[in-house]
């Protein structure tokens, strides 16, 4: 495997049945749109151009996209763009009126974070989505507060999407086969955030702070995280009843939301 295709992660799924199974978690219809995510060879896009009203595939990879356009030039429904989708703008998309925008896509792993944070952050426009992940990733999207899986990755996406791992993939169902697991991920938005946050970057730094160092007591790696003055962070956790000795881990979301909340207006009352 040469070390462009290395570094796209360019793992194209030859199992039928996988690729069938990914594209009817989101039942695409002929009134939705479809956001493909790095078609790749096309492995799901004939199944998911057959059954939506129009799809949009993004591919990086402008020799694949020019090959893939030159597959679907007869089909007027079907768009290839050579995109980044870590930096494509989902703002563009116009829900269908009557119909939803799906998101689908065996993403590249080595940029599968970023590219899951622009869907998250696209969620107002993206009705729902079926991912293939690595397993890892894929278990830490879904994990509940508790576990050493559940970690930064599983509140930021969990705060504006259900999120559930419908089933496991062998790297046998790959050409070339990946050294990892993987699994599909079901991934729906919320019409509202699970939890009122206020300011969601704000949320965003406290959540990543607090699992920067999770063996840390939550007080200290807060503290660290952020270059605050421990006493303040560990003050700000017990005015909402949180125990600052806790790790990060067993934090719920309404947790972290009232301890990013009760930093800010330890913080305000402080300066
Ligand atoms: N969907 C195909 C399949 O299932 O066989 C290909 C999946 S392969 C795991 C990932 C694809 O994403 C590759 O075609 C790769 O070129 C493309 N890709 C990698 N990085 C990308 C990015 N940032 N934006 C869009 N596509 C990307």
Request: a positive charge; one cysteine or more.
């Amino acid at each position: 495997m040469s070390d462009k295709r290395r570094a796209l992660g360019q793992h194209f799924l030859r199992d039928r049945a996988v690729a069938r199974a990914i594209v009817d978690l989101v039942a695409p219809a002929s009134g939705d749109l479809v956001v493909e995510i790095g078609p790749g060879e096309g492995a799901l896009t004939a199944d998911l151009a057959g059954r939506a009203g129009r799809l949009i595939a993004l591919e990086v990879d402008r020799a694949l996209a020019v090959r893939l356009r030159e597959r679907f030039s007869a089909v007027p429904t079907v768009e290839v763009l050579e995109a980044d989708a870590r930096t494509w703008d989902y703002g563009l998309l116009e829900r269908p009126s009557g119909g939803r925008v799906l998101v689908v896509g065996n993403l590249p792993y080595s940029v599968s974070k970023p590219i899951l944070m622009a869907l998250v952050a696209a969620r107002e426009v993206v009705d729902d989505m079926a991912l293939m992940l690595q397993l890892e990733v894929a278990e830490r999207l879904a994990a509940p507060p508790g576990g050493k899986v559940y970690g930064s990755l599983s509140v930021l996406t969990q705060l504006h999407c259900e999120a559930r791992v419908a089933f496991r993939v062998p790297p046998g169902a790959f050409k070339p086969p990946p050294k990892v697991d993987s699994a599909v991920v079901h991934l729906t938005p919320l019409r509202a955030p699970r939890v009122l946050v206020g300011d969601e970057a704000r949320f965003h730094a406290v959540v990543r702070a607090a699992f920067s160092q999770r063996r840390k007591m939550l007080g200290n790696a807060v503290a660290g995280g952020l270059a605050l003055p421990v006493d303040l962070v560990r003050r700000a956790a017990e005015a909402v009843g949180i125990d600052p000795a806790r790790r990060a881990e067993t934090l719920t979301i309404e947790e972290f939301a009232a301890l990013a909340r009760s930093l800010a207006e330890v913080r305000a009352r402080r300066a």
